[in-house]
């Protein structure tokens, strides 16, 4: 059903094989867009993205069920209980 496709990388202009294993798996995911980049580039661009973000700023705070120190990734806003992950999580699965 699928053959081998040559596409050409929107990065470095080279051309690269789209297997026609790869398409059955882009298919069966529902993928409808066929690769613009060459696997070196995917991996480039994925390095470089995930490297270049900044580290989340983390907030002292203290847990409003147990009373324990913890760090959350927003700025705790007063009258607003924040919960430690420990305690996030229980509270999370007695929800379900």
Known sequence: MFEDKTLVCQDCGQEFI???????????????????????????????????RAPREMFDAVCARCG???????????????????CFQQMKEAEL
Do not use: L
């Not at 995911?29 to 995930?50: I, L, S």
């Open 18 to 52: 789209f297997t026609a294993g790869e398409q059955e798996f882009y298919h069966e995911k529902g993928f409808e867009n066929e690769p613009k980049r060459c696997r070196e580039c995917r991996t480039n661009r994925r390095n470089n993205r995930n490297g270049s």
């Open 68 to 86: 324990a120190d913890t760090q959350v990734p927003f700025k705790p806003v007063e009258g607003r209980p924040v919960y430690c992950m420990e």
